[in-house]
């Protein structure tokens, strides 16, 4: 393949500018021997996505090193000196398990503090949540997390918080990027750091969010009668050892197992196929650490332990995964009947979900005459939600399908380590009642409609690959189906010119939310089928929902069957292929 000229001279750039000798001799390499890697890692710079900047590590514009890092955070400072003149500035710093974390941590340090910021660096991974609360605890204009979440060992991020303790948003986030673009070369770049100017942070900021998850829990001295409660957790190699097991003891439970080999923090993640609790595989080591000792709840937290994973035993003692949905359902309607008990139930409160969640949650809610508030997909917009209404509106928690949830409001993100907690106790209370979580979910779906999700992802690599997603895209956006598994669509969502059109009543109406690339058709039987590149990786989305009744809770396996099928057929109808 002929390689274009333009990354022809970005490339060259590198092998002429003022960068380090290993860099610039792993550039020559790609120039000489690999013309699609050296494609793939100049055809374009790392932008934020959803997920903030995230890539593969090595040499070049479209990948994680010192100078996409030291760029990226020169035009941060940049953007914070401009945005506070005058004021002493804050920035708080964390990092996971990854490979080159404290490398890119302490480059992200050295930059701003070499621009006269005050920078709170912590002296060990910690998780991406707590991360957001010491934004808030610490009173910092901004905050950046060095993570690629669940993404493969090769991968490493950098997310960017504001001041909220959100991840950024427009104007902010186009501003940032904006700030970096202005940056001609890395001589732009301050990269000799002030280390008057960075402060070692850990022990004090742990307490202080472990007691703030502590007076979360609605039902303490239940806990007490169910502390015997068996629990296993893994934190998958990454932060959220540090963390989970002491805020599940702070709610007072007292049999938590462990699997040693996976306690181990480790980028290379030895231990586990892949460290994305959204995979069945990940939960493997857990759940046969569940048999030998019989503990009917299981959770796994992934590197940067904003999201998990949770195994519950069903009636035959085996141990099944419950789906990102199925938590949030439980974890929802926990949280809305000890509201409606305890008499905190104002008409002020609300819960918030991804409008790719399932539609199960705003039934449940409905019932407690609570509003919910749907989202783009991306916690960032639920934490932008909640900063919105702070003061005027009280959140309960949220969710989202790719198992990410919140409760409370101190953080702004999703919170593995709020959610273990809570989980568990909702497991507290439901063995309370005599049953299991298995048990528990049949009678929701019992109660409301039984809703069935699937996510598939179809990944191409590469620059080729992302121009083949986006035609795709514009294809069913010029030629949208008429029907999909033999039900009329009803309703087409445009995310992208914020426009929802009713099919049946040849009409459109505005869509509250800014735009975003995403697709949605519904049917007439109450299916729900979204389309959504990846804002991070060379991969499309779909995410299905079906529904059904659920008359009797013992025939929820067969109901499920029956909603998992139907789910196959649309997926073979669309002609969709992984």
Known sequence: MAVEKYILEKAQSWVEGNYDEDTKQRVKWLLDNDEQELTNAFYQDLEFGTGGLRGVMGVGTNRMNKYTVGMTTQGLANYLLKTYPGETLKVAIAFDCRQNNTFFARTTADVLSANGIEVYLFNDLRPTPE??????????????????????????????????GGQIVPPHDKNIIAEVQKIQSVDDVKFEGNPELVETIGEEVDTSYINRIKNLSLS????????????????????GVKLVPRALQAFGFKNIYHIEEQ???????????????????????????????????????????????????????????????????????????????????????????????????????????????????????????????????????GGEESYGYLVGDFVRDKDAVISCAMIAEAAAWAAEKGKSLYQLLPE???????????????????????????????????????????????????????????????RTEKIDLPQSNVLQFFTEDGSKITMRPSGTEPKIKYYFSVKGKLEDKNDFERKKDELDKKIDSIIKDLKLEK
Request: a negative charge; charged letters at 25%.
């Open 220 to 239: 303490p001295s239940l806990i007490q009668r169910q502390q015997a409660l068996k629990i296993v957790y893994t934190p998958l190699h990454g932060t």
């Open 263 to 397: 306690d181990v923090t480790d980028g290379n993640f030895p231990a586990v196929r892949s460290p994305n609790p959204e995979e069945p595989a990940a939960l493997d080591m857990a759940i046969k650490k569940a048999r030998e000792t019989d503990a009917g709840l299981v959770m796994a937290t992934d590197p940067d332990a904003d999201r998990v994973g949770v195994a519950v035993k069903n009636d035959n003692g085996d141990h099944v995964l419950l789906n990102g949905n199925q938590t949030a359902a439980i974890l929802i309607y926990y949280l809305l009947t000890k509201w409606q008990e305890q008499g905190k139930l104002t008409g002020r409160e609300y819960i918030a979900k991804t409008v790719v969640t399932t539609d199960l949650l705003q039934e449940i809610a409905d019932h407690f005459d609570v509003p919910t508030y749907n989202t783009l997909t991306g916690f960032k917009w639920i934490a932008d939600l909640i900063r919105e209404k702070e003061e005027k509106e009280t959140f309960i928690g």
């Open 444 to 506: 929701i779906y019992q109660q409301f409609s039984f809703y069935y999700e699937k996510l598939m992802s179809v990944k191409r690599e590469g620059k080729e690959g992302a121009e083949e997603i986006q035609q795709w895209m514009k294809n069913y956006r010029q030629q949208p189906p008429q029907a999909i598994n033999g039900s009329p669509i009803v309703m087409i969502k445009d995310y992208s010119i914020s426009e929802a059109k009713n099919v049946k009543e040849n």
């Open 131 to 164: 991360l957001s609360y010491a934004i808030r605890h610490l009173k910092c204009h901004s905050g950046v997390m060095i993570t690629a979440s669940h993404n493969p060992k090769e991968y490493n991020g950098y997310k960017v918080y504001w001041n909220d």
